[in-house]
């Protein structure tokens, strides 16, 4: 063993068989969660129906019992509610995962995957298709031009912040909000030239909302959500040594550069593909990865799927809510994160701020 592993291994926090009990419960809790809220989800509406109706549903759809509803309740479940579950687990779970990977990239709790401008591309993509009418590709045009146009964002930022064959992580954030004020510019000349009813449509658009879910909207996440939450985890214990800083990282055999490209190339097609079905939706890649960090440590091995878990759980909760609290009105989902989440980031703000000793 080299004195600088030596040192690494002595400085690294022991991975305690306390949290890695902490880690299995919080896993196996999520995922119970979730299995009791995604039935009590799909009941709950303006057409109730019973857990039980729903369950019997599924089984007799998977072939193993129950019995089939009446054709508005069928009809209610799986063209209305299970789409819409879905997907708002997809993106949750995208989101989160997103979140938990851009924290150990840049080594900082309060990032998230609107400060490398992907939220804000996708935004331009799609209000660019609204304002100007474009539909060559039917109803799927908004979603492609969201997500094509949040991924050249992400590309674009990363060139630009390169220097040297090297990309600093501060310059890459700086290039970031840089990037996100230009399409903030972008956004409004759009607005301001966009007919009344494309502006109406482009403020839906921009507040976050699972109204319109669809069968297809669910296909063409899938496989973006899937590819990047099934990668995600191959690089946990590489985000581990990044978080000892780069130059331990480096000892250790860690690629940093190569690491940073691949990794956020995952945040951009996790965060563009939510973004492109559901709307800017802030706050759950923010708050999501370090509540599980609070609660079971800085270990990426379950800071991942725990996000991703946590994640779907917290916008299949909030999409709940957003869609029953103010009856028969819909508030906006994306509304709702940030009323939620704003005043978390305060808190952590504050006290990340008095950990550093800045405040009293």
């Known amino acids: 063993m080299t004195v600088m592993e030596k040192d690494v291994r002595e400085s690294a926090p022991p991975a305690t068989g306390q949290r890695r009990t902490t880690a299995w419960l919080l896993t196996a809790s999520l995922v119970v969660a979730?299995?009791?809220?995604?039935?009590?989800?799909?009941?709950?509406?303006?057409?109730?129906?019973?857990v039980g109706d729903v369950l019997a549903s599924v089984q007799h759809r998977i072939g193993v019992g129950g019995a089939e509803l009446d054709r508005v309740a069928e009809s209610?479940?799986?063209?209305?509610?299970?789409?819409?579950?879905?997907?708002?687990?997809?993106?949750?779970?995208?989101?989160?995962?997103?979140?938990?990977?851009?924290?150990?990239?840049?080594?900082?709790?309060?990032?998230?995957?609107?400060?490398?401008?992907?939220?804000?591309?996708?935004?331009?993509?799609?209000?660019?298709s609204i304002a100007l009418g474009l539909d060559f590709l039917g109803n799927w045009t908004v979603s492609v031009l969201a997500f094509a146009a949040g991924l050249?964002?992400?590309?674009?930022?990363?060139?630009?912040?390169?220097?040297?064959?090297?990309?600093?992580?501060?310059?890459?954030?700086?290039?970031?909000?840089?990037?996100?004020?230009?399409?903030?510019?972008?956004?409004?000349?759009?607005?301001?030239?966009?007919?009344?009813?494309?502006?109406?449509?482009?403020?839906?658009?921009?507040?976050?909302?699972?109204?319109?879910?669809?069968?297809?909207?669910v296909l063409a996440v899938l496989p973006c959500a899937v590819l990047g939450l099934a990668v995600a985890p191959l690089y946990a214990r590489r985000l581990d040594l990044l978080s000892l800083g780069e130059r331990p990282a480096r000892h250790l055999g860690v690629d940093v550069e190569r690491?940073?490209?691949?990794?956020?190339?995952?945040?951009?097609?996790?965060?563009?593909?939510?973004?492109?079905?559901?709307?800017?939706?802030?706050?759950?890649?923010?708050?999501?990865?370090?509540?599980?960090?609070?609660?079971?440590?800085p270990g990426h091995r379950f800071l991942l799927p725990g996000s991703a878990l946590l994640g779907a759980l917290v916008l299949l909760a909030a999409d709940l809510t957003a869609r029953t609290v103010a009856e028969p009105a819909e508030l906006p989902l994306g509304v709702l994160?940030?009323?939620?989440?704003?005043?978390?980031?305060?808190?952590?703000?504050?006290r990340t701020r008095r950990r550093q000793g800045g405040w009293a």
Request: with cysteine; net charge positive; aromatic share 8%.
């Open 337 to 350: 994160t940030a009323l939620l989440g704003s005043p978390f980031f305060f808190w952590l703000l504050r």
């Open 76 to 128: 209610v479940l799986w063209n209305v509610r299970f789409p819409r579950i879905v997907l708002a687990l997809l993106v949750g779970a995208s989101l989160g995962c997103a979140g938990a990977l851009m924290q150990g990239v840049f080594g900082n709790p309060l990032a998230e995957p609107g400060v490398i401008g992907v939220s804000s591309g996708a935004a331009v993509g799609a209000v660019a």
């Open 34 to 50: 979730l299995l009791v809220l995604v039935p009590v989800a799909a009941g709950v509406g303006a057409y109730p129906v019973p």
């Open 259 to 297: 690491l940073r490209i691949v990794l956020v190339l995952v945040i951009a097609l996790l965060t563009a593909a939510a973004v492109s079905v559901s709307g800017i939706i802030g706050f759950v890649g923010l708050v999501v990865p370090h509540l599980l960090r609070m609660a079971a440590g």
């Open 152 to 217: 050249v964002t992400v590309l674009l930022v990363y060139a630009m912040s390169r220097s040297g064959g090297r990309t600093e992580v501060v310059t890459l954030i700086l290039t970031g909000i840089a990037v996100n004020a230009f399409a903030g510019a972008l956004i409004g000349l759009f607005l301001f030239f966009a007919d009344a009813a494309a502006v109406n449509q482009i403020t839906f658009w921009q507040l976050g909302s699972l109204a319109q879910a669809t069968w297809p909207k």
